[in-house]
Nanobody, 128 residues
Framework: EVQLVESGGGLVQAGGSLRLSCAAS????????IAWFRQAPGEEREGISC????????YYVDSARGRVTISSTNAKNTVYLQMNNLKPEDTAVYYC?????????????????????WGQGTQVTVSS
């Protein structure tokens, strides 16, 4: 059974940092990517970044580039999202998701429909 468990969210002041974790298990494929998304109340789901768990290629949406870093452990079972200089508009529930297939991240970026399994999310709240 595929499981994705996010952690690391919380309350932080504007300008602060958080590192989110996505613990992944139960995969039966070797070629897959993990992506981070977020969704604020009343807003659409928004992609942030993805990483290929095959070759380490990464992708960032323009708004995230420079403030966010995605990485994974050598064991490839945990993906991190380091977020710096957080702003109140970053307040949202953050989700990780896994997508199977070759070049999932480089080919599709954070197109949410290309990701097959999702975690339950972790709340990030940034106060002004």
């Amino acid at each position: 059974e595929v499981q994705l468990v996010e952690s690391g969210g919380g309350l932080v002041q504007a300008g602060g940092s958080l590192r989110l974790s996505c613990a992944a298990s139960g995969f039966t494929y070797d070629d897959y990517a993990i992506a981070w998304f977020r969704q604020a109340p009343g807003e659409e789901r928004e992609g942030i970044s993805c990483i290929s768990m095959t070759d380490g290629d990464t992708y960032y949406v323009d708004s995230a580039r420079g403030r966010v870093t995605i990485s994974s452990t050598n064991a490839k079972n945990t993906v991190y999202l380091q977020m710096n200089n957080l702003k109140p508009e970053d307040t949202a529930v953050y989700y990780c998701a896994v997508g199977y297939g070759p070049s999932r991240c480089s080919r599709y970026g954070t197109t949410w429909s290309r990701y097959n399994y999702w975690g339950q999310g972790t709340q990030v709240t940034v106060s002004s």
